[in-house]
């Protein structure tokens, strides 16, 4: 708390000796009546909950696509070397290069950014998934086995759980990468959301509003890890024995 402290008050005073016009750089007192004022006539509100809606609909879709195929193309040879390379070529394109062979597709929609937001997010859960099942140790799957585990157990109760780690991993950055996808595609195509609530700052000379909507964003962020992501981590950790006594 004090360091944020701190760094709200260097803020406030670089403000104050006016470096920076205030229309380039507002003081933290602006960016708070802004976000009050959003919260006031409920734009900011209207535009969070049509970002997150796009978001978690898109999360979800990655994370039923990303994370089976990324169990296949660690256990079968013949997926990792066809459909891997594929999915190693795609995830080196930004997300925001999908924006317009969405929009030829899909037209001037939300699925459109729907369209990105999974692109950005399916391609990093399946990467992340492949790679954490792919280093788990053989010996485990061999004692399951000796032991007569069918094969769909032996995904459920020892490939899936032993890879538990890595499946954090992976949900962690499809979060990630999900959310600048959804920011590239609201930023680029006027629809409701944060990414047009920025672009109307930016279009208006509105500093302010740019910030107070990177601050949502931010704290949205913090928000989801520490009340979805972190306890998770914090039972792997201590199932697999990492917590320090």
């Known amino acids: 708390m004090v360091f944020f402290a701190l760094l709200i008050a260097c803020w406030a005073t670089i403000s104050k000796l ?48 990303g994370v089976p195929l990324g169990v296949l193309l660690a256990r079968q040879k013949w997926a990792d070397e066809t459909i891997g390379l594929l999915v190693l070529g795609l995830q080196t394109l930004p997300s ?72 954090l991993t992976g949900a962690k950055l499809g979060w990630s990468f999900a959310w600048r996808s959804l920011m590239a595609g609201e930023l680029l195509f006027v629809s409701i959301g944060l990414g047009h609530q920025m672009t109307m700052g930016r279009e208006l000379g509105d500093m302010s509003q740019v910030i107070t909507v990177m601050g949502v964003i931010i704290a949205l962020g913090l928000l989801t890890d520490r009340l979805i992501f972190a306890p998770f981590e914090d039972q792997i950790r201590e199932r697999w024995g990492l917590t320090a006594k």
């Not at 920076?20 to 960016?31: A, E, I, N």
């Not at 909950?49 to 609909?57: D, T």
């Not at 062979?101 to 859960?125: C, E, K, N, R, Y």
């Open 18 to 65: 006016g470096v920076w016009d205030s229309t380039l750089f507002p003081s933290p007192f602006q960016v708070v009546k802004t976000f009050w004022n959003g919260i006031a006539d409920r734009s900011l509100l209207i535009a969070t909950g049509a970002s997150l809606r796009r978001l978690l609909l898109g999360y979800v879709i990655s994370l039923v696509i």
């Open 96 to 167: 925001v290069c999908w924006l317009p062979l969405a929009l030829l597709w899909f037209g001037l929609s939300d699925t459109a950014i729907l369209f990105v937001v999974i692109m950005g997010a399916w391609l990093t859960i399946t990467t992340a998934i492949r790679d954490g099942v792919r280093n788990v140790p053989p010996v485990y799957l061999r004692a399951a086995r000796t032991m007569g585990t069918k094969p769909l157990s032996l995904y459920l109760e020892v490939l899936l759980p032993a890879a538990l780690p890595s499946l």
